[in-house]
């Protein structure tokens, strides 16, 4: 039976590629979209990109029914969410883009994102949406949140070594580069084409980025003791992709092998032999993660490589995954897309 | 039931973009690759993007079973096609993406290719792939000739307007705007990324670009009289997407209205309100057109702008569109894909 | 002796680029520089890549004493500039880049502008900056108007063929492919890189464009008729660089020769043999101007194409021109820089 | 007194660096340029970017009579340099731009570079040109070697910290982000624009890329104890510029103090204020190199982040500068060209 899709926040880059999964996926069907500011436009007026499809128009998210809802999305920014959230429906499916819901601890979120949470029983009724690692509780959620694009990127790489006790934990450095549509489209001197194409420079770097919130929480949980890595995050000079350079200590060979143990069932996750290193270009626009695993030179040292689409696996397609789940669907249901290449 | 496909020439941007798109069609398997100075490794070798699919080596044509293939995609380069097609069985259904079969009359093929035609009656037997002009023909054939993808853009623009009557037939002009991915992944100083980012230029101006082979073809047929148009191409730094100026002498109102009646029924041509105009980053890794008209302030003079994706509706999509035809399944079956954005 | 020079408007990217230009000219020092927003900022908080020059600080207008400047280049918006020019001393010479003073006829201003001109007696003071067509001019000028970038593009094109009398005038075409930085440091989400990257469109189509301003007084004063030309500018996936395609109807060897010989002893303006076209990226970061000209395949039509980096020749490069003229320095002096490639 | 130059091997991009530089360069005038496989050619056929220069055409070696010649730059790729250089005049002043010079140690070379060393002797006299380092042996030397460009970012951001002992020698990593115009002319697949733009990947990781040669040697001479440093390069979408994010252990104020203390002087070498830091955008088309530090949240570690145009400072501009000293002028002489922004 198909099922029936809000997805509040249309307007943005992971809106629009919630739309854009959404419309060749074989169980669901989108019956309202909200956009605050943009109420009364119609998607493809916003988005021309969408033009070839019968959407519903963009309204205010108080002018929706959320009776004929199974399943909403909310792609809007930190704050706003848990807010709105808080006053939806409370038998209402819901997969959350933002990062209201990533932080377990209260004091965490507020450490993170500067104020307090206005809905700390919201955030405890939630589950950490990265779905390899949260199947079952997702399959049985109401309420999931989206992990960060970055975030997503480095526990790939790291969950299963941290879990088998493999590296030094107190020695990881992720060193990220990040395809600007992560920055959403946020009208800001940097993110202008003259700017920042042909340029590439760090940002939040030396701890800052608050998706170290989500690491710390996630690796400390799995090691049983606290874990902080190292985090410095670059933007480049192109539109989709993560890649993640991370500097582990362990040995090279058992890195790889307990990687691709970990992912061998996986659908969307690719390990790459050992020695080869994959590039964004070939996840663009799809689900998929590629990984690879050199040894440094220096022995008892291993690099690790990970690239994955910010706004599909990363965010909207992650998303999807998860409804796909919450909704007895086949996880894999619409997001076999293969990427888009050249 | 399951269609049984092979590709020729699997290991160029062309062939690479059949396996996508086919990756996610419904009623299409791929029993079958060739890649004749590539046989014996693996597609996800040549191209990694497709490593998450289950696909058969790269092999010689002549190692190829053709009597369990069921319509064989043929992605080579001109002059090499027809001997290999030559060579294929007489009962073998056909898409052809190269240029060998577009132009119908051999001296025609050997003005603008340099040669004489090496299988002038399989040059008969094609049927010209512009889908939207002749599905009768194309659900018919056994052999198909995919059109040049700056070909298709313009005559998308212009065919119903020659066939209405509407514009002056002696002063046509064509600027088109290509992203690179239509030169192929041949190595050339000007592909590089150091030498294309940043520049533009224009190439084949003046009236030798071959592509214009296939216009004199088809507005000639069309408006019973030689018809001859201006034709100038521009190489840009991006990667997917033509964009065609076009310049005509007609009223714009009539223009638009024409080319809105024409297509208001395809489900992959979309002709914009009147005034408004599309942009390549809408239509990239789909199958859609997307064509906007505008007055001159100069009255009598229209400016009619298209775009499309050149591997997808200029190439391999189209390439689909007619094999759907010609196997008897939905035309537009694999090909709903939205674009991708950003 | 070193000429003092103040900028006003030194936050945007005329006025860095002006700043780049001057750090290396023989005979020029900065000695102030304005930028209201940013008054009380250091210019290499505003542009980091100025870090190396010793720079005054920025501040408003008023703060600046005229005494002390013997040249002062305007880099402000245009509607704001004529009331600042306004208030300057009536001895100051000034090389404005806005589009202010460019249109010699007030009527002809509140056209293109949409609103009356406030300065109109320094409106008729104003020399038009297109240096080699009036360099006399401008030597002896107090008040110079710098040309709109894609104006001069389109001017070095065609004026020798207008006045000539070598082309038609009632069928001319100047499609124009523009970097973006030519849309200045401006917040739209069309420049931004997620968006802009990879994509293509036009924009004020069909006559709209207020360059057209620019050539309607000058093609018509040269041919002592009115001469009206079609213009469509596309935005483009780069950052600097204008390439204009213009079509006309005439014999492309005597517009070949005509241009040639119009340009045969100037510094900056460059034509390439018969056959040959010009690239951007064979001109980016400098003065310089490359001009081809092609014959089409229909007898009787030419096809030029023209480039020039829109923040130098087009602008900030041009301004220099002028001021050394009006300052009684070499022509050339500060502006031999070559291009930048790749 | 003008110093005449020869530059060997002009038609790459380092080559055409050099012609770029020295066109605005008040005391050197290029008197002879070869290339062996363009021998014939005219410069601007094969970089149009360098059409408005009256330039010597390009020849083979052999004709060039180097008693003309005041200084000779050798653009070549390796391994030919070594035969080139020794069939050189032996009093000929010579800065070479390979990496056939740069390595001492015979056994090191061989190492790194798979064969062993043809001139063994100009080897060992040789000097190595990372200038601010080796200022007064490149005053007096004839034989000067370039620095790999990557060597020399990770050695500006390294030397002086190993030399004041204030980090950890045994745990430095070095993630590099290169442009791709370091990669050279070369026609390779992944150099295409359609494969790099909007993609991203790392090469020679795990301790494989041969500039590793030069850190071992100069940072193990430095600390007077073997340093084995991790390098993990990655390549970008982007043309000119490196940026290299360092990870030490060490106190992140003592570290910024040190690198600004040792570069207080430098007219090319500019550290930002600690937290800030740099961008490639800022540097393109300079001889400048800006860095930045910031503390990591772990105490004790910092990261520094470093760029450099590889073109310019990162080899032809670095060339320049040695080039000055050894002739005995300015050493800034041609090469305050601001950077080009945007």
């Not at 060193?175 to 340029?199: M, P």
């Amino acid at each position: 039976m198909t099922q029936r899709i809000a997805i509040l926040g249309a307007s943005g880059y992971t809106g629009a590629e919630l739309v854009r999964l959404i419309a060749t996926h074989p169980d669901m069907k989108i019956v309202a979209l909200s956009a605050d500011r943009k109420a009364g436009m119609t998607m493809d007026q916003v988005f021309p990109f969408l033009r070839h499809l019968d959407l519903p128009p963009l309204v205010k998210i108080d002018e929706i029914d959320f009776s004929g809802v199974d399943l909403c999305f909310c792609a809007l920014p930190h704050a706003t969410t848990q807010l709105v959230v808080k006053a939806l429906p409370r038998d209402l499916k819901i997969v959350d883009l933002s990062a209201d819901f990533r932080l377990r601890d209260p004091a965490d979120y507020e450490k993170w994102y500067g104020a307090p949470h206005a809905a700390v029983e919201l955030q405890a009724e939630a589950v950490y949406g990265l779905t390899e690692f949260y199947r079952e509780e997702i399959r049985a959620a109401r309420l999931v949140a989206g992990t960060g694009c970055n975030a997503a990127t480095g526990q790939y790489a790291l969950r299963p070594l941290i879990s088998a006790g493999v590296i030094d934990l107190d020695d990881i450095a992720i060193d990220l580069k990040a395809g600007v549509s992560g920055a959403g489209r946020s009208l800001k001197e940097n993110l202008l084409h003259a700017e920042l194409s042909g340029g590439t420079h760090s940002y939040s770097a030396g701890g800052k980025h608050r998706h170290l919130g989500e690491f710390d929480q996630e690796f400390s949980k799995i090691a049983g003791r606290p874990v902080l890595v190292q985090f410095t995050p670059h933007l480049l000079p192109m539109n989709r992709g993560i890649l993640e350079t991370v500097y582990v200590k362990g040995d090279p060979k058992v890195v790889h092998a307990t990687l691709a143990a970990a992912y061998a069932d996986e659908p969307f996750l690719k390990v790459l032999p050992f020695g080869a290193l994959p590039s964004t270009r070939d996840i663009a626009g799809s689900n998929f993660f590629h990984l690879g695993v050199v040894g440094d030179r220096i022995p008892g040292r291993a690099v690790i490589v990970a690239v994955l689409d910010n706004l599909t696996k990363g965010s909207s397609g992650q998303a999807i995954q998860n409804a796909n789940l919450m909704l007895g669907l086949e996880e894999t249901a619409g997001l076999m897309l293969a990427p888009v290449f050249p």
